[in-house]
């Protein structure tokens, strides 16, 4: 089930998961290791067992020593079940969170391919231009496309990073920040529909043998600028074996996006003009008017209308890609919910335990108050009250556990930003539910106690 669950990742799809002989020696002397030590306590404390009080009424006294073992042992069991709960919680609600948040592009009705030139016929930096540029314009005249674009990767991704230089502010190269850098054709912003705040866009001008250019995102502008305006500045871009940086003035403002659809926060991009500096590989992308899928075998075939010899390769939707790079956190997500689902069953099933073995031990007692008086309520009122202690001791020991959760993983996650404190109150009252239904079973039989049999109990 783990293995087909996680082969989105190519990198870990490598690894062998096999049950095998070492897989399951470990999980079964973890097995007999978890199981003598949790024997340890109740067997020391047999070993120190009176003979001549276990055969006289003190006996059970010996057992109430006991009981109070047990109530210790599911106290922590309670405090670790809310403390994996909570923390899963916030895991799981910060990812649904980020991944419902607007990545600053449009991905529905999107369809991509990914294309790698041969070097060898398309070595000259002219030809990689002319062979996107050709593909692009095929594709924008089918019948229903929007628009057409090149991008050297899908947005949401992830993109290429550079070191950046600002005019006038040089730092020493361990100090320079480092931006998002992401190349396209002048008609990837129409196609994600991001949008031009200020300037202008990329044109057929921006060519190779023009001034270098660049478009900025307002996260750029609100980092290196401090909101300023930043049309007409120079930014410099460590690309390539250069060992100078390309200078190219800032043309153009666009929206924000999330370079990684999986993250929180965004980056500040630089957007580069495909035509200045061409790359062998790159996605294509085609918005449409209707079910993207439907165009797959025209773009193949506008593609091999240019070069009849290339190769395409993962044609699929914009929202497939997105989907893909983000499963591994549904994944995450899932597993922890499956922990914190065992954990809670085990919770009740350990007040499950200790209550109706008190009520076990107390049948005399039981019998003897409602001897002398007590009615259903009374009953139900004793029963409950001891597994209500359990779950206040414990949850207020998982909750001060769980209140340093959300400051630990903003620190082990950067990008994210874990919150929903409400969480914190639903946990203990989801806690409290559960043993409340697993007291009710020794309860009922509680009440059902004859308490002229009860007298006579030993």
């Given at each position: 089930?783990?293995?087909?669950?996680?082969?989105?990742?190519?990198?870990?799809?490598?690894?062998?998961y096999r049950v095998d002989a070492n897989v399951l020696g470990y999980t079964l002397g973890i097995s007999l290791l978890a199981a003598?030590?949790?024997?340890?306590?109740?067997?020391?404390?047999?070993?120190?067992?009176?003979?001549?009080?276990?055969?006289?009424?003190?006996?059970?006294?010996?057992?109430?020593?006991?009981?109070?073992?047990?109530?210790?042992?599911?106290?922590?069991?309670?405090?670790?079940?809310?403390?994996?709960?909570?923390?899963?919680?916030?895991?799981?609600?910060?990812?649904?969170?980020?991944?419902?948040?607007?990545?600053?592009?449009?991905?529905?009705?999107?369809?991509?391919?990914?294309?790698?030139?041969?070097?060898?016929?398309?070595?000259?930096?002219?030809?990689?231009?002319?062979?996107?540029?050709?593909?692009?314009?095929?594709?924008?005249?089918?019948?229903?496309?929007?628009?057409?674009?090149?991008?050297?990767?899908?947005?949401?991704?992830?993109?290429?990073?550079?070191?950046?230089?600002?005019?006038?502010?040089?730092?020493?190269?361990?100090?320079?920040?480092?931006?998002?850098?992401?190349?396209?054709?002048?008609?990837?912003?129409?196609?994600?529909?991001?949008?031009?705040?200020?300037?202008?866009?990329?044109?057929?001008?921006?060519?190779?043998?023009?001034?270098?250019?660049?478009?900025?995102?307002?996260?750029?502008?609100?980092?290196?600028?401090?909101?300023?305006?930043?049309?007409?500045?120079?930014?410099?871009?460590?690309?390539?074996?250069?060992?100078?940086?390309?200078?190219?003035?800032?043309?153009?403002?666009?929206?924000?996006?999330?370079?990684?659809?999986?993250?929180?926060?965004?980056?500040?991009?630089?957007?580069?003009?495909?035509?200045?500096?061409?790359?062998?590989?790159?996605?294509?992308?085609?918005?449409?008017?209707?079910?993207?899928?439907?165009?797959?075998?025209?773009?193949?075939?506008?593609?091999?209308?240019?070069?009849?010899?290339?190769?395409?390769?993962?044609?699929?939707?914009?929202?497939?890609?997105?989907?893909?790079?983000?499963?591994?956190?549904?994944?995450?997500?899932?597993?922890?919910?499956?922990?914190?689902?065992?954990?809670?069953?085990?919770?009740?099933?350990?007040?499950?335990?200790?209550?109706?073995?008190?009520?076990?031990?107390?049948t005399h007692e039981i019998g003897i108050r409602m001897a002398l008086g007590a009615d259903r309520v009374d009953v139900m009122r004793m029963v409950f009250g001891e597994s209500l202690k359990l779950v206040?001791?414990?949850?207020?020991?998982?909750?001060?556990?769980?209140?340093?959760?959300?400051?630990?993983?903003?620190?082990?996650?950067?990008?994210?930003?874990?919150?929903?404190?409400?969480?914190?109150?639903?946990?203990?009252?989801?806690?409290?539910?559960?043993?409340?239904?697993?007291?009710?079973?020794?309860?009922?039989?509680?009440?059902?106690?004859?308490?002229?049999?009860?007298?006579?109990?030993?």
């Amino acid at each position: 089930l783990l293995r087909a669950a996680i082969t989105f990742n190519l990198a870990v799809q490598s690894i062998d998961y096999r049950v095998d002989a070492n897989v399951l020696g470990y999980t079964l002397g973890i097995s007999l290791l978890a199981a003598l030590l949790c024997s340890l306590a109740p067997a020391l404390q047999s070993s120190r067992t009176d003979v001549n009080a276990s055969l006289k009424d003190e006996s059970r006294a010996v057992a109430a020593g006991r009981s109070k073992l047990r109530s210790v042992l599911v106290t922590g069991e309670v405090a670790l079940a809310l403390m994996l709960t909570c923390g899963a919680a916030l895991l799981i609600f910060s990812v649904v969170t980020v991944a419902s948040q607007n990545p600053g592009f449009v991905s529905e009705r999107v369809l991509t391919a990914n294309i790698s030139l041969d070097d060898a016929r398309y070595h000259d930096p002219a030809r990689q231009f002319a062979f996107y540029r050709d593909v692009v314009a095929r594709l924008g005249q089918l019948p229903g496309v929007v628009s057409a674009a090149a991008s050297f990767d899908v947005p949401g991704t992830g993109a290429g990073s550079a070191r950046l230089h600002l005019k006038g502010q040089e730092a020493p190269e361990s100090m320079r920040p480092t931006v998002r850098d992401r190349l396209g054709t002048p008609d990837l912003l129409k196609t994600l529909q991001i949008p031009l705040l200020r300037g202008r866009n990329f044109t057929a001008q921006d060519d190779g043998n023009a001034p270098r250019v660049v478009l900025v995102d307002t996260t750029f502008v609100n980092r290196f600028f401090n909101g300023a305006d930043p049309l007409g500045k120079e930014i410099g871009l460590d690309v390539g074996d250069s060992a100078e940086p390309e200078w190219a003035q800032i043309i153009g403002v666009v929206g924000g996006t999330k370079d990684f659809i999986a993250l929180e926060q965004l980056e500040p991009v630089v957007y580069e003009a495909f035509a200045q500096r061409p790359r062998l590989q790159m996605s294509l992308l085609v918005r449409t008017v209707a079910d993207p899928d439907a165009l797959a075998p025209e773009l193949r075939r506008a593609v091999w209308a240019v070069d009849s010899q290339m190769p395409v390769g993962q044609v699929e939707t914009m929202r497939a890609v997105l989907d893909r790079v983000s499963k591994g956190n549904y994944i995450f997500s899932d597993m922890l919910a499956t922990f914190s689902l065992i954990a809670l069953l085990l919770a009740g099933i350990g007040i499950y335990g200790v209550v109706a073995y008190s009520v076990a031990q107390r049948t005399h007692e039981i019998g003897i108050r409602m001897a002398l008086g007590a009615d259903r309520v009374d009953v139900m009122r004793m029963v409950f009250g001891e597994s209500l202690k359990l779950v206040i001791i414990g949850g207020a020991i998982g909750l001060a556990g769980a209140s340093i959760l959300p400051r630990t993983f903003d620190g082990m996650l950067p990008g994210f930003h874990v919150h929903g404190m409400w969480f914190f109150a639903v946990v203990p009252v989801t806690i409290a539910a559960i043993a409340a239904l697993a007291t009710y079973i020794p309860a009922r039989r509680a009440l059902r106690v004859d308490p002229m049999v009860a007298l006579r109990y030993e």
